[in-house]
């Protein structure tokens, strides 16, 4: 298997056991049956053409539809599972190579996108098709994020990236909080009168990375590394993880709060860290399957693509062979590696869509041939033999 033509940076599920990605070199569509691990093309509608996008960087589900975000910030595609139809709404957004969206909700027919590299609100109303834009969203911004950088070095190979206004959001009811990366700001922005109010964060946190929402506390992954909890009610906050002068940044970028402990996921670092929330103990994880192998890529975190339904935390194929999936109730682990379609289904899909490029890493020799078959042979068109059979029945 090409494990490069598997990954996926972002995944959303149904509830009911299937799982939604699109690949991150092809840009197909695929459906994963969490349950039996297999995984099938779903048909793309005609106007979706996979080689014209540059990559899905955020998926939602709702109401048996996806909401495809396309990587450069250039389109969004609402793809109903049902009808097998879409439709486009036309953003003209510049974004980074990944990790641009900070929250995307679906909300009284209305979609409500907030970017990571810009301070607007972008809405789409479901029902009229209409795109409506409001900028400065966020007030008091005296920091000029996205041309500001921080260096650091993974592996000999240095790097530079630019700094997020907003890092992430949570949503509680019908408001979304958006985190800053580097401000303690966080915005308190109501989904249903469309007004907001910022609030501070305690200032021994230095900006957020990352933010879960759970059982009236958010835990906070701050840009020094450390996890907080921190209680918006009365504004108090704990230090559960402190990771000040132990690791270079950015080590960490992502986690995962369960009802038993908090896995700290890296950005470009190695370890996968695990925090005790009974006694505050904190240990490297280190049962990764024998045959785990992360791909790495100096300007793209690990584990950026991430989703919680209502029993598990996701961790997107990004960068690894295996997706890793968190159980919100005991915090165990479990690494699931998909099981690729049929040959006849890729051989299948490769037709259908018109795919440029084929590989023998994907396919394998017999499906390269399959593959031919459609194609007439130029030596003895009378015979309208195709030069797919000739070869493979010479070759047999």
């Known amino acids: 298997m090409n494990h490069l033509k598997t990954l996926f940076p972002a995944c959303v599920t149904d509830n009911k056991g299937n799982m939604y990605y699109v690949t991150h070199v092809e840009h197909a569509i695929k459906e994963l049956d969490l349950n039996t691990r297999r995984t099938r093309y779903i048909g793309n509608p005609g106007s979706y053409i996979p080689r014209e996008w540059s990559g899905v960087d955020k998926i939602v589900f709702h109401n048996e539809k996806l909401y495809l975000f396309e990587q450069s ?208 103990n904190e240990r490297t994880y280190s049962a990764c399957p024998k045959d785990f192998y992360y791909f790495e890529d100096p300007n793209m975190s690990k584990y950026y693509g991430t989703f919680e339904d209502d029993v598990n935390c996701y961790f997107a194929m990004h960068s690894a062979n295996y997706l890793l999936i968190i159980e919100k109730k005991t915090g165990k682990e479990k690494w699931l590696k998909p099981v690729e379609p049929e040959l006849y289904e890729k051989v299948g899909y490769y037709k259908d869509y018109d795919t440029q490029e084929y590989e023998e890493s994907d396919l394998e020799l017999k499906g390269l041939f399959m593959l031919l078959d459609e194609k007439k042979c130029d030596v003895d068109k009378a015979k309208g033999e195709n030069t797919g059979k000739i070869m493979w029945d010479r070759l047999r």
């Open 73 to 280: 910030g250039k389109e969004v595609m609402e793809y109903s599972l049902l009808e097998k139809t879409s439709r486009f709404f036309d953003l003209k957004y510049c974004m980074h190579n990944c990790d641009n969206w900070a929250s995307c909700v679906v909300y009284n027919s209305t979609l409500f996108m907030f970017p990571c590299f810009s301070n607007v609100l972008i809405k789409v109303d479901l029902k009229g098709n209409g795109v409506v834009e409001k900028e400065n969203l966020c007030l008091d911004m005296d920091f000029v994020y996205m041309h500001e950088k921080s260096r650091g070095v993974s592996k000999g190979v240095e790097l530079s990236i630019p700094h997020r206004l907003y890092s992430c959001g949570c949503q509680t009811d019908s408001d979304i909080w958006l985190f800053t990366e580097r401000k303690g700001i966080v915005l308190k922005y109501d989904l249903l009168t469309g007004t907001s109010i910022q609030r501070m964060l305690p200032k021994d946190i230095k900006g957020c990375i990352h933010a879960v929402w759970k059982e009236g506390l958010f835990y906070i992954l701050s840009t020094e590394g450390s996890v907080y909890s921190w209680n918006p009610a009365d504004g108090k906050a704990e230090m559960l993880f402190d990771s000040r002068n132990r690791y270079p940044f950015p080590y960490f970028c992502k986690i995962a709060v369960t009802d038993t402990n908090i896995w700290v996921m890296p950005c470009f670092g190695e370890d996968i860290l695990i925090i005790d929330l009974k006694d505050g």
